[in-house]
């Protein structure tokens, strides 16, 4: 079988449980897969009947990116969960952005081998808009950098041949020490899209690029692409190269010339590279075309804290900051939100029972030419005439929004490749 790239395999989460707690893994299992639409393996529809258990089990972890181990007094006692949690350790090892997620579901002893790791209190056995929020954000990456202030966001242009890894793990270690985001296009794009990569280069404040020697000299003509798009955006860059690489002129006459052999050893005599690294650090700018998510929605005290999840649940899915209009100071409070919706990465506007401030909003993005996705509680009514022929998401409760905010906004996500890093 082919071995996928760990961002390509087929589930998100391999899902680990005793058979006797299916009723509280059913439910799980239903809102993550059908209301979140986030791929999950579950042995009650993915194990075959003819299957070896061992072995099904074995390649169904190593096909996932996740695990989520549901703890019971059953699951604990039957000794399934420490042999599924030292395969998923052994995932962890070779990837560092492998995540294992457990969730207490009743008074069970906390197995030892787990007792430092965080998990999720679900001991009354139901799913809520709490617990939920904690499974999505347990399942993307989680660093202080999701404060989102003060980030300074770097475009990394790079190979991701595990044989030109070396280098390019090298110099984001080093860039990663300074304090850089380091972002890229998601893996698991299905195809190369120029216009979507231009849009996250043009949301970072400058540009690395790191060139493999390919074929006797040629190197990607892609990263060569992004620098150049780079280039005619004003943003400041930092080009690497193998030796031997033939490049332009004017490329030849920046790039530092280094490489790194397999055991990628931190050296500390690379003084050409932390050089360019801090003049990068001091030629980096704000982004010329910041992404952000505006998220419209109404302010009732009731609503307070289902916001604040859906708010923390966008972050962690997309790695962009999500703006509520809540949070904007009152002077010239009307311009900054016209302001702050014109020029969004994309545009969330929930316009149940027709909130004014929500579909003004949502027009605002209509006339700005910027992406917009409707969300309504409730069977679709009577909907204002600039917005009828626009889809709707109708939710019927906190739960269902969260999982149909997934569903939106995992398109939009970015890379974070400070969480994938070698150490």
């Given at each position: 079988?082919?071995?996928?790239?760990?961002?390509?395999?087929?589930?998100?989460?391999?899902?680990?449980?005793?058979?006797?707690?299916?009723?509280?893994?059913?439910?799980?299992?239903?809102?993550?897969?059908?209301?979140?639409?986030?791929?999950?393996?579950?042995?009650?529809?993915?194990?075959?009947?003819?299957?070896?258990?061992?072995?099904?089990?074995?390649?169904?972890?190593?096909?996932?990116?996740?695990?989520?181990?549901?703890?019971?007094?059953?699951?604990?006692?039957?000794?399934?969960?420490?042999?599924?949690?030292?395969?998923?350790?052994?995932?962890?090892?070779?990837?560092?952005?492998?995540?294992?997620?457990?969730?207490?579901?009743?008074?069970?002893?906390?197995?030892?081998?787990?007792?430092?790791?965080?998990?999720?209190?679900?001991?009354?056995?139901?799913?809520?808009?709490?617990?939920?929020?904690?499974?999505?954000?347990?399942?993307?990456?989680?660093?202080?950098?999701?404060?989102?202030?003060?980030?300074?966001?770097?475009?990394?242009?790079?190979s991701w041949r595990p044989s030109e890894a070396p280098l390019a793990d090298y110099v984001c270690r080093m860039l990663d020490k300074v304090g850089f985001r380091l972002i890229g296009d998601s893996q698991d794009q299905a195809k190369y899209d120029r216009e979507r990569v231009k849009s996250i280069i043009l949301s970072c404040g400058g540009l690395v690029a790191i060139l493999p020697n390919r074929n006797g000299g040629s190197t990607s003509s892609y990263i060569i692409e992004e620098i150049e798009m780079a280039k005619a955006a004003g943003l400041?860059?930092?080009?690497?190269?193998?030796?031997?690489?033939?490049?332009?002129?004017?490329?030849?006459?920046?790039?530092?010339?280094?490489?790194?052999?397999?055991?990628?050893?931190?050296?500390?005599?690379?003084?050409?590279?932390?050089?360019?690294?801090?003049?990068?650090?001091?030629?980096?700018?704000?982004?010329?075309?910041?992404?952000?998510?505006?998220?419209?929605?109404?302010?009732?005290?009731?609503?307070?804290?289902?916001?604040?999840?859906?708010?923390?649940?966008?972050?962690?899915?997309?790695?962009?900051?999500?703006?509520?209009?809540?949070?904007?100071?009152?002077?010239?409070?009307?311009?900054?939100?016209?302001?702050?919706?014109?020029?969004?990465?994309?545009?969330?506007?929930?316009?149940?029972?027709?909130?004014?401030?929500?579909?003004?909003?949502?027009?605002?993005?209509?006339?700005?030419?910027?992406?917009?996705?409707?969300?309504?509680?409730?069977?679709?009514?009577?909907?204002?005439?600039?917005?009828?022929?626009?889809?709707?998401?109708?939710?019927?409760?906190?739960?269902?929004?969260?999982?149909?905010?997934?569903?939106?906004?995992?398109?939009?996500?970015?890379?974070?490749?400070?969480?994938?890093?070698?150490?």
């Amino acid at each position: 079988m082919m071995t996928l790239p760990f961002q390509r395999r087929l589930y998100h989460a391999f899902l680990s449980h005793a058979h006797v707690d299916k009723g509280v893994v059913d439910q799980i299992y239903a809102w993550l897969n059908e209301k979140a639409g986030i791929s999950i393996w579950y042995d009650m529809y993915n194990l075959s009947t003819s299957a070896t258990i061992s072995t099904e089990l074995a390649t169904a972890i190593s096909q996932s990116r996740s695990m989520i181990i549901i703890l019971s007094r059953a699951s604990v006692k039957s000794g399934w969960v420490e042999e599924e949690y030292n395969a998923a350790v052994g995932q962890r090892t070779k990837y560092k952005q492998y995540r294992i997620i457990p969730v207490c579901i009743d008074d069970c002893e906390i197995p030892g081998f787990l007792e430092t790791t965080k998990w999720i209190d679900m001991r009354d056995s139901k799913l809520d808009l709490r617990t939920a929020q904690e499974l999505i954000t347990g399942l993307y990456y989680d660093d202080k950098a999701l404060s989102l202030e003060n980030i300074m966001d770097l475009y990394v242009s790079r190979s991701w041949r595990p044989s030109e890894a070396p280098l390019a793990d090298y110099v984001c270690r080093m860039l990663d020490k300074v304090g850089f985001r380091l972002i890229g296009d998601s893996q698991d794009q299905a195809k190369y899209d120029r216009e979507r990569v231009k849009s996250i280069i043009l949301s970072c404040g400058g540009l690395v690029a790191i060139l493999p020697n390919r074929n006797g000299g040629s190197t990607s003509s892609y990263i060569i692409e992004e620098i150049e798009m780079a280039k005619a955006a004003g943003l400041p860059c930092l080009i690497v190269a193998e030796p031997g690489i033939e490049l332009s002129e004017g490329l030849n006459k920046s790039a530092i010339r280094m490489t790194k052999d397999e055991s990628g050893k931190d050296e500390p005599d690379d003084v050409e590279l932390q050089r360019g690294i801090e003049l990068l650090a001091e030629e980096w700018r704000r982004p010329p075309q910041p992404h952000y998510i505006f998220f419209a929605t109404d302010f009732k005290p009731e609503n307070e804290q289902r916001n604040k999840a859906i708010q923390r649940a966008i972050q962690h899915i997309t790695s962009l900051s999500c703006v509520i209009g809540d949070k904007i100071p009152e002077s010239h409070i009307r311009e900054v939100i016209s302001e702050q919706v014109s020029q969004a990465f994309l545009v969330l506007a929930d316009i149940s029972d027709n909130n004014l401030n929500s579909c003004i909003e949502a027009g605002i993005a209509i006339g700005a030419k910027r992406p917009l996705r409707l969300v309504a509680c409730g069977q679709r009514g009577k909907i204002p005439f600039m917005l009828s022929n626009h889809q709707i998401y109708n939710y019927n409760d906190d739960l269902e929004f969260l999982g149909i905010i997934h569903q939106i906004t995992f398109p939009y996500r970015r890379r974070v490749i400070n969480a994938e890093l070698p150490r």
